[in-house]
């Protein structure tokens, strides 16, 4: 029996700083480590300006990816991302049906950190992903999940009996930093948002939030850190830059845009609230990133995030969307360190308990077993 390699198809970013780029670059890390033959192929999204284009765009990426399935040898694991299903999900179809013929011993196994079918803009935006991102499952041999909660979205999707493997993410931190050993600006209270700087993120409800405490409420000595890629949606990005110049209050936001990990850290360590309005999440990593510095967390109640922070025991929930909500409950947290304290304690012990290794080594035996078989990948 031949032994099995891994072939990577999404993109490895060489300074992660999201929690699906972190969880790709650590698994990719931990696979390359456990084995030789592991192989990374990406490609360039190309632009598109309407529906067309997009489909005639996405038609000639798949059928070009199907030149891989020509050149593989010996059993291969193909490793996906839910966020490249634009560009597999014909390829996916393709090789399910093709793979017999040409004898190849291929396997396609998807992550799924969270469905995009939901955030689509416009109805028929969304059922098109959703048939797309149905697709994309459905012609997978199984399936690697970061949550329960996203368990349980992508079993709506399947038509047939797959397995899902659930692994969670683990802490992206490269200390232990005890409580006390922060530096915090003795001037300024600093809020914290970790993502990127796109509307799926809620970065414009925080910024409506941020002139409601400020400007409504007298909080002068407020400053909020926006850490992220700010070029995934340019437009977006810009609008956030005219919204801080319009409300008055640019000089109490500052943006980072990307920044390293020793940088990352130092902002952490700054920080005194965790603020997250996200739309959607499928797991919400960098708010383990928060708990593990012990702060306390203002987020929204959508998607999984409900799984991490409870209402009133670790963190304040909102509804989604609502500035005015926000506001008040960061408020809360402003007016009452006891609270801020309280919140953060009980989030670095619910930091310690997600491992890397542990969900990586759950994998690790998942992909084993994709050929039905207890055989190992190549190391």
Not at 27 to 37: I, N
Not at 106 to 132: C, D, M, S, W
Not at 357 to 379: A, Q, R, V, W
Request: hydrophobic residues 40%.
């Amino acid at each position: 029996m031949g032994e099995c390699k891994v072939l990577v198809l999404f993109p490895i970013c060489q300074s992660p700083i999201t929690g699906g780029e972190v969880y790709h670059r650590r698994l990719y890390d931990y696979l390359r480590s456990r084995h030789l033959q592991i192989e990374n192929i990406t490609w360039q999204i190309k632009p598109h300006h309407t529906r067309l284009e997009f489909f005639s765009n996405s038609l000639r990426q798949n059928l070009s990816l199907l030149k891989l399935l020509s050149r593989i040898e010996g059993r291969t694991v193909i490793l996906e991302d839910i966020s490249t299903s634009s560009d597999l999900f014909l390829f996916n179809l393709m090789t399910l049906l093709i793979r017999p013929l040409l004898g190849k011993e291929v396997r396609v196994i998807p992550i799924v950190t969270h469905l995009y079918a939901p955030l689509a803009k416009g109805r028929l935006n969304r059922q098109f992903k959703h048939y797309e991102e149905r697709i994309f499952l459905n012609c997978a041999d199984g399936i690697i999940v970061i949550s329960e909660f996203t368990k349980r979205t992508v079993e709506d999707l399947l038509c047939r009996s797959l397995e899902i493997a659930i692994a969670y993410p683990g802490l992206n931190v490269s200390s232990t930093r005890k409580a006390g050993e922060c530096v915090r600006d003795k001037d300024n209270l600093h809020l914290l948002f970790v993502g990127y700087i796109t509307s799926r993120k809620g970065v414009d409800t925080l910024i409506d939030s941020m002139r409601f405490l400020v400007i409504d409420q007298g909080i002068n000595n407020l400053i909020l850190d926006l850490v992220g890629d700010t070029t995934r949606d340019p437009s977006f990005f810009n609008e956030i830059v005219e919204r801080c110049e319009r409300t008055g209050i640019k000089d109490k936001i500052r943006i980072h845009g990307r920044v390293s990990s020793d940088e990352l850290e130092k902002l952490y360590a700054m920080a005194d609230i965790f603020v997250f309005p996200s739309l959607w999440e499928g797991f919400g990593m960098v708010l383990i990133e928060a708990m593990h510095n012990r702060l306390p967390i203002v987020a929204t109640n959508a998607g999984a995030i409900p799984f991490l922070v409870k209402d009133g025991e670790n963190g304040i929930l909102v509804p989604a969307r609502d500035s005015e909500k926000l506001a008040e409950s960061i408020k809360i947290l402003i007016e009452s360190p006891e609270l801020r304290r309280r919140f953060g304690e009980s989030n670095y012990r619910l930091a310690t308990q997600f491992n890397w290794d542990n969900s990586f080594s759950n994998i690790e035996s998942f992909l084993n077993k994709s050929f039905g078989t207890s055989k190992k990948l190549t190391n």
